[in-house]
């Protein structure tokens, strides 16, 4: 054995001893050797930092574009298996919240951190049933788009326009304001999503009303017209509500980070909450359940479907099964099990949608296909829960703006986590730069 491996083996040695939660880097560079300590299964970036080549060196950075394999934050509201297909929310499996809740009490839930009492909930619902009007120069300003605007696209900037009418909304410290916001954005986003609707309907808004539920008013802003009365049909309330508490909160997803993101330079939670409602949009992101129910009906008919898989397997990450894959699942997605069987349920009072053949043939082969199960990929949220929105008689332009409406409260959740951790930080990453060194300024006559 060599001095310097011994050196350093005997450094390694005095490094760990007594110290099991410790990672002990050898620098091949120098030979010198770093006690990283983990906690919680990590190790924190910032150590990294003291391993240096010498004095000018900056340290050591590590380089995870996309971040598959960092922690941004720690947090205490969602918990997810990806292996095993596990889902929590404050510690409650999901499939038992999507059982006995209402979407109103798993929202308190991911705000407040504990199921509330009948008194906590009474005056939680009361709180945000009294909020839901929206100001009418608010309304004025979705007028304003054209008749066919993409119900996300005002969605977007109704929720960022809010932040106009409530300057106070500013003072992200201030905890009774923080409060206010957040009562007033999960009570206006149903009314913003269904004025949207009616608005590319051409047809006039339906204004919320205190004595319906918040599943059940916002059916009816979206479904009744002046010239008839509507009463929503129990099963698909129902539907809704668990389609809600499925779709409020799921990590540190591409939304989530985003939300987290720029309430970290201390906006106000309207602009914030935009910009995570902005990156929901994307196709590869809550954007999927309209591309789902466009790819199946592109596919046509289930004796498509095989053809189909196989253009999505030679198309190589070009053409993807949309709806299938997940970043964190690596198994089934839980919300998706829960999804499908509801479908059956919503169909018995719709009648069964034709496409719901193609999704199970689809998913049926993709099961059995080696490129999809060496690669993990399974049913995802939005696999299904288009078939159902259709069902209900949501137009597939306004599926995303029904996801976007349950995760408000989880992007509040982890927005007011992330404003009280004591660890908080504007957000910035590094990046590694491989552009030019310095190089003289050509004239422009001379380039
Ligand atoms: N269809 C076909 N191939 C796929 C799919 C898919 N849906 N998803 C991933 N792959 C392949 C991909 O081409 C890659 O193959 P290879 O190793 O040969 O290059 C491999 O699987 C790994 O894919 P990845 O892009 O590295 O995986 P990711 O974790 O970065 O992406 C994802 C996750 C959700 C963006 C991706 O699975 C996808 O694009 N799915 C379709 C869109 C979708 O349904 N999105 C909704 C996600 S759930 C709800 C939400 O997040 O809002």
Request: aromatic share 10%; with cysteine.
């Amino acid at each position: 054995m060599g001095t310097v491996e011994a050196t350093r083996n005997e450094q390694a040695a005095t490094a760990t001893e007594g110290k099991a939660d410790a990672l002990t880097i050898t620098d091949r560079r120098t030979g010198r050797v770093y006690e990283v300590p983990i906690t919680n299964g990590t190790i924190r970036a910032m150590d990294l930092r003291q391993i240096k080549t010498g004095a000018d060196d900056f340290g050591l950075m590590s380089y995870d574009p996309a971040f598959l394999n960092t922690a941004s934050c720690t947090s205490r509201i969602t918990f997810i298996d990806g292996d095993k297909g596990i889902l929590r929310y404050r510690g409650y499996p999901i499939e038992v919240l999507a059982e006995k809740c209402k979407y109103l009490e798993v929202a308190y839930l991911l705000l407040y951190g504990e199921l509330p009492n009948k008194k906590q909930y009474d005056q939680w619902v009361h709180d945000i049933t009294y909020h839901t009007m929206i100001h009418e120069s608010l309304k004025k300003v979705m007028d304003a788009f054209n008749y066919d605007a993409h119900p996300m696209g005002m969605l977007i900037s109704t929720v960022a326009a809010m932040s106009t009418f409530y300057p106070d909304a500013r003072e992200v410290h201030d905890p009774e304001k923080r409060t206010k916001q957040i009562h007033r954005l999960i009570a206006k986003m149903p009314t913003v999503s269904a004025f949207a609707y009616k608005h590319s309907m051409g047809m006039p808004y339906v204004y919320p009303s205190n004595a319906l539920d918040y599943c059940e008013n916002f059916l009816t802003m979206l479904f009744k017209t002046p010239a008839e009365s509507y009463t929503p049909n129990p099963t698909l309330v129902r539907a809704l509500e668990v389609l809600f508490i499925l779709h409020a909160d799921h990590e540190q997803n591409c939304g989530t980070n985003a939300m987290r993101s720029i309430g970290s330079a201390h906006t106000d939670p309207y602009s914030s909450l935009a910009g995570a409602a902005a990156a929901l949009y994307g196709p590869l992101h809550g954007g999927a359940n309209e591309e789902v129910l466009k790819m199946l009906e592109e596919i046509g008919s289930v004796s498509n479907v095989p053809a189909f898989i196989e253009q999505v397997k030679q198309g190589k990450g070009e053409k993807r099964l949309m709806g299938f894959g997940h970043r964190v699942y690596k198994n089934f997605d839980p919300r998706a099990k829960i999804i499908k069987r509801m479908a059956e349920e919503v169909f018995e009072v719709t009648g069964r949608n034709p496409l719901l053949d193609i999704a199970l043939e689809l998913e049926r082969i993709a099961l059995q296909d080696e490129y999809f199960v060496k690669r993990k990929l399974y049913p995802n949220v939005d696999f299904y829960s288009g078939l159902i929105y259709q069902a209900i008689g949501i137009p597939t332009a306004a599926f995303t703006v029904l996801f976007a409406i349950p995760r408000t409260s989880g992007w509040l959740a982890q927005w007011q986590e992330m404003l009280e951790d004591p660890e908080e930080k504007i957000a910035r990453p590094r990046q590694v730069y491989l552009g030019p060194g310095e190089r003289p300024f050509v004239p422009m006559e001379k380039r």
